[in-house]
Structure formats: C-alpha cells, structure tokens
C-alpha cells in the first residue's frame, strides 16, 4: 500500500514540474544547496563536502534509481574509492508539502546503513535542475566535485563503461 501511495506521489510531483534544457556544466561551480539525509540530518553542499573528491549521483525520478544503482555497483566493482552521495531532487512546493511521505518511502525501500549517503533536496530542487537541466530525468546527472565545489566531471547520459572510465580519469 505504502509503495502504491508513493508512486502516486511521484506521478503528482512529476506533473508539476519545470522543464529545463541540458547543459553541460563542466568547469563551474556547484550551487550552494541544501538537503536532509534520510537519518534527518540537515547537509549544506558543496560546503560540507570535505574530502578532496566527491561525486553525486543526481536523480530526478524514481526511475532514476536504476541508473544511480549501476554507477554505484559500477564503482564498488571497480574499487573505486570516493565520496559518494544519492540526490533524489524534487521541485516544486507541492512534494515540500509530502516530503516526509516520501522520504519514509525511500527509507523503507533503502538499507539504513545507506541513509547517511541519501540526500533528499526539497527546497532547491529547482534550482539544481536548472543548473543541470532535466531533459531524460530518467538519467542520473553525474557530478565529480573538487574541494572547492569546482565540477570536474559531468556526465547525463545513462550508465556507459566509457563514462565510468573517464569519471576515474579525473580521480
């Protein structure tokens, strides 16, 4: 019942969207966002990231997951050693006004030993899609990060064998 109510959710919040035209964001510098981790703790980005590589795993849609799923089995794999954060990102004040119902939806479906790496983003939601764009939401955007919130890497394309390789070029 729970995971129905949720899909009802998501199909709302899609309907309520902004479309923005991709872009390729290579070379600038991440907005300044915030978010929650499922274990409820409040995240400032790129700010509290500290290590001297970071990578988020951006999604728009629930399907999105499936593409975020095969960039983290895809690094676990390949041992590759980085910081990495889940964005689900959602615009719009409508999802704002049902953020605990979908977060619980996500916790219920997510390891809790995972949550900490969960970052939900409500309130700049927009604002991120923008930034990105939101053409293909299926497609997780991919953003390698230095310390200073420089984006050293994008990629929008879907899970390739190639972009994993040119994400660990920058590492």
């Known amino acids: 019942m729970r995971l129905i109510i949720l899909c009802v959710f998501i199909t709302l919040i ?4 902004t479309n923005h035209p991709n872009q390729d964001i290579t070379g600038k510098k991440f907005p300044s ?44 794999m390949t041992k590759t ?10 615009q719009g004040l409508f999802p704002r006004m049902f953020s605990t119902v979908i977060d619980n939806g996500m916790r219920a479906g ?17 604002k991120v899609q923008a930034f990105t764009g939101n053409e293909n939401p299926n497609n997780a955007r991919v953003v390698l990060l230095d310390k200073n919130g420089l984006i050293l890497y994008f990629y929008d394309d879907g899970f390739s064998v190639e972009a994993l390789n040119q994400l660990k070029s920058h590492l």
Request: with cysteine.
């Open 33 to 76: 966002i915030s978010g929650q981790t499922l274990e409820k703790n409040s995240m400032n980005m790129p700010g509290d990231f500290e290590e001297d590589f970071t990578l988020l795993l951006i999604g728009y849609k629930q399907n999105s997951q499936f593409d975020i799923d095969r960039w983290l089995i895809a690094l676990d």
């Open 110 to 126: 997510i390891p809790k030993q995972l949550w900490k790496g969960v970052v939900t983003v409500y309130e700049d939601g927009d």
């Open 81 to 90: 050693k980085i910081s990495a954060y889940e964005l689900p990102t959602i």
């Open 14 to 17: 899609a309907a309520c969207s």
